[in-house]
């Protein structure tokens, strides 16, 4: 019972024992691990405080060089700014020389046209007191007076009067002329592009004969289908190794060369083929329009056009006016126009806009009534087109009155795009009928004894019978036939008129 008891009393000792030296090992341990960690955490306090200066330092430098160079970019501006300053009080010194200098020609101008309209007063004061005593002495009315006297004068002083025209026609319109030879030069040259002739060919070169037979397929039913689909006629005749598409309408003609030459590729030619192919050709001709359209309107530097104005422009690449193509030649002209307009101060997006759709109505002019001025004016005024282009395109074949500067631009861009040589050419039949006018127009005058035109009509040189027209009649024919013209023919450029009145003396010596 003793031995029990002991035992239990050193089980219980040794139990006590056993926990405390556990705990105090335990202690012992966390103690060691406080003491690492705190160690640990003073190394990344120590390595983040060495981050966080190499950090400022990086900083500081790049700070520095910003600062550097924000200030050499202030001392350029700086420079930059002080030279247009002294650029500008040039401009501005020389300015106020040049106002300097208008302001005493134009006080001169004042004093000329005071001093002209002082003579002026005095002329018809002293008109009036020779009138007064010319009716005094010859007892006559004062309109009596005035016919005598003028008949007089120009019996007496024809050479002299006629001597004073020329020369105050030519003073009137010599510095008139040189600018604007000067301004159409300078347009011409800038320009700088030559442009082919184009005419869309309607006839279709086969490799055999054999082709032909199919094209026509039996009994003719494969050009039936062809002809009604596309809506044009073949002509297939005895030419060898040849078949032409006629067609009033341009496009549609070109839709039918282009659907029969894949046919003829293909090989396959029958009705429901030649269907597919037309719809193809019309696909892509119409993609075509769109982007010739685009082209033109891209070339000229013009974005404020409707976007179907833009397609029915893009159908002008189809149509060809004497052998030009229209399109091209509306390029050519919007180009002139924008230069001209630049050059005398016109509004140039106005004046290349009416320059590039001035044709417009030729593309339709087939399917519309009228003239293709008329026509082209509802296509703009239908679609939106500013009034100002409307106005400036309405007048280039004169149909309607210039009635802005922009206008009379159009209508001289044309006429230099369609008379500069190489352009168009023309008909032998055409050619020879308006020779033929020309010479016609000029006979047609009392007092003309020969007409010839020459150099293919852009000058007509007229011969007067000496004793029926006198020179100061002579210079009023050529005015006369000069307006004549323009009132009955139609032409590109212009047409020189030549009067020309010689006298000969024929005396024997015997």
């Avoid at 600062?67 to 002294?86: F, G, I």
Wanted: aromatic share 4%; hydrophobic share 40%.
């Amino acid at each position: 019972m003793v031995e029990d008891t002991l035992l239990i009393l050193y089980t219980a000792f040794a139990l006590v024992v056993g926990i405390a030296a556990g705990y105090f090992l335990r202690l012992l341990i966390s103690l060691g691990k406080k003491g690492s960690v705190e160690l640990e955490v003073k190394q990344v306090l120590l390595n983040a405080r060495e981050g966080a200066k190499n950090i400022l330092a990086d900083a500081q430098k790049r700070a520095d060089e910003v600062r550097e160079r924000a200030l050499v970019d202030v001392a350029e501006v700086e420079k930059k700014a002080l030279t247009t300053e002294n650029r500008l009080i040039k401009r501005e010194e020389l300015l106020d020389k040049r106002q300097l200098i208008l302001d005493s020609e134009i006080a001169e101008l004042k004093e000329k046209i005071e001093e002209n309209q002082n003579h002026s007063v005095l002329l018809e004061s002293l008109k009036g007191e020779l009138k007064q005593k010319l009716g005094d002495v010859a007892q006559m009315t004062q309109a009596e007076a005035e016919q005598k006297m003028f008949a007089l004068i120009t019996k007496e002083k024809e050479e002299d009067i006629l001597h004073r025209l020329h020369k105050l026609e030519i003073a009137g319109e010599e510095s008139f002329q040189t600018k604007a030879r000067e301004i159409l030069t300078s347009t011409i040259q800038r320009l700088g592009k030559s442009i082919a002739p184009e005419i869309m060919s309607t006839l279709i070169t086969l490799e055999s004969e054999d082709i032909k037979g199919k094209i026509i397929g039996k009994e003719g039913r494969n050009i039936r289908a062809f002809e009604k689909v596309a809506g044009v006629e073949l002509i297939i005749d005895d030419t060898p190794n040849t078949i032409l598409i006629s067609s009033f309408d341009p496009v549609r003609r070109q839709i039918a060369k282009i659907a029969l030459e894949n046919l003829i590729r293909d090989g396959r030619i029958q009705p429901t083929k030649i269907e597919e192919e037309v719809e193809k050709a019309d696909e892509d001709i119409n993609k075509i329009i769109k982007e010739r359209g685009e082209e033109a309107v891209y070339e000229c530097g013009i974005y404020n056009l409707d976007s179907r104005i833009i397609s029915i422009l893009g159908r002008l690449h189809f149509r060809s006016s004497y052998g030009q193509n229209v399109l091209s030649h509306s390029i050519e002209v919007a180009h002139l126009s924008g230069m001209i307009a630049e050059e005398v101060g016109a509004d140039v997006m106005t004046a290349k806009t009416a320059g590039l759709v001035h044709d417009i109505g030729k593309a339709v002019d087939h399917e519309a009534q009228g003239s293709h001025v008329e026509i082209g004016k509802r296509i703009l005024e239908k679609f939106g087109a500013q009034k100002e282009v409307i106005i400036a395109m309405q007048a280039h074949h004169e149909e309607y009155p210039f009635e802005s500067l922009e206008s009379k631009i159009v209508q001289v861009a044309d006429s230099i795009s369609a008379s500069r040589p190489g352009a168009r050419k023309d008909t032998i039949d055409n050619y020879l009928k308006r020779l033929e006018d020309l010479e016609d127009i000029a006979l047609t005058f009392d007092g003309v004894e020969k007409a010839y035109a020459l150099q293919a009509g852009r000058e007509i040189r007229v011969f007067v019978t000496p004793e029926k027209i006198t020179d100061l009649q002579a210079l009023e024919l050529a005015k006369d036939i000069a307006r004549k013209i323009e009132g009955e023919l139609r032409y590109p450029g212009e047409i020189k008129v030549n009067v020309i009145r010689e006298a000969r003396m024929t005396e024997y010596a015997r």
